[in-house]
């Protein structure tokens, strides 16, 4: 049966750690605004709604007094707080253009993370990212594939 304690520690996240990690916030605000535009197209209205009331519960609970001060961090760049608001329009103010942003791409902490990409699969399949060397232990496959057969 689900729980408002299980999204708890992604609230936590997002609310607590802004001013250490904009570039983590950034992503967890990006990923529940992906689920809603591309998980299921037909239930994107369906998907809005329960993603919004869940935030409204965290609020409720007191997990997190309020959204406002995410929305209106510094680090966090133009295209998260649309996200935000679009989202959690009953949470997040309005997105105003006196609010300063870390629009730059930049962020201090992150480098190029800091910023929502246009298509945030692309980075995974980029040709150009080199892959990580193979391990060199002897895991479980080759400890298996010694074993006797009965």
Not at 38 to 56: D, E, K, Q, T, W
Not at 120 to 131: K, S, V
Request: charged share 20%; net charge negative; hydrophobic share 40%.
């Amino acid at each position: 049966r689900d729980s408002i304690s299980n999204i708890e520690p992604g609230v936590l996240l997002i609310a607590r750690f802004i001013d250490r990690y904009a570039y983590l916030t950034t992503s967890l605000v990006e990923f529940p605004s992906f689920v809603v535009d591309a998980y299921a197209p037909a239930l994107a209205s369906v998907i809005h709604r329960s993603i919004g009331m869940v935030m409204l519960g965290s609020v409720e609970k007191g997990f997190v007094p309020s959204l406002a001060p995410v929305c209106e961090h510094p680090r966090i760049d133009t295209a998260t707080r649309h996200q935000l608001h679009h989202l959690f329009p009953q949470l997040v103010p309005p997105v105003s253009d006196n609010v300063p942003a870390c629009d730059s791409g930049e962020d201090e902490v992150a480098g190029d993370y800091g910023a929502i990409s246009e298509d945030p699969l692309a980075q995974l399949f980029d040709d150009a990212m080199p892959l990580p060397p193979p391990a060199n232990d002897a895991g479980i496959g080759s400890r298996l594939s010694n074993t006797p057969s009965v």
